[in-house]
């Protein structure tokens, strides 16, 4: 691993996760439960790890304002635009392995 001091690590990690955002954003057909079954996070989870970095910094973000940051609108719109109802086989898998998720 090269060596690289911690400002531009954290700028680094900084434009990666701007990066994911966006792929998520402009994917708009990969629903949150895939992810879940698949890589074990989604969309949420991603928002509530933004509010728990902004929480041990002393800023009140709250869950929505995470969530809004993450979609790039209010949840309940992307919700509406974007998600599909969960196939049984969906559920089944996410029932099988996932982890507690709201």
């Not at 690289?4 to 900084?14: F, N």
């Amino acid at each position: 691993m090269p060596d690289i001091d911690p400002d531009t690590r954290t700028q680094l990690e900084a434009a990666a996760f701007r990066t994911l955002v966006a792929h998520l954003r402009r994917r708009t057909d990969v629903q949150n439960i895939d992810l879940m079954n698949l890589a074990g996070f989604c969309r949420n989870c991603l928002s509530n790890w933004y509010q728990d970095a902004a929480a041990e910094r002393g800023i009140d973000l709250s869950r929505p304002e995470a969530r809004e940051i993450v979609y790039g609108m209010p949840y309940d719109e992307w919700k509406r635009l974007h998600q599909t109802e969960a196939t049984p086989e969906q559920a089944a898998a996410f029932a099988a392995k996932a982890p507690a998720h709201d």
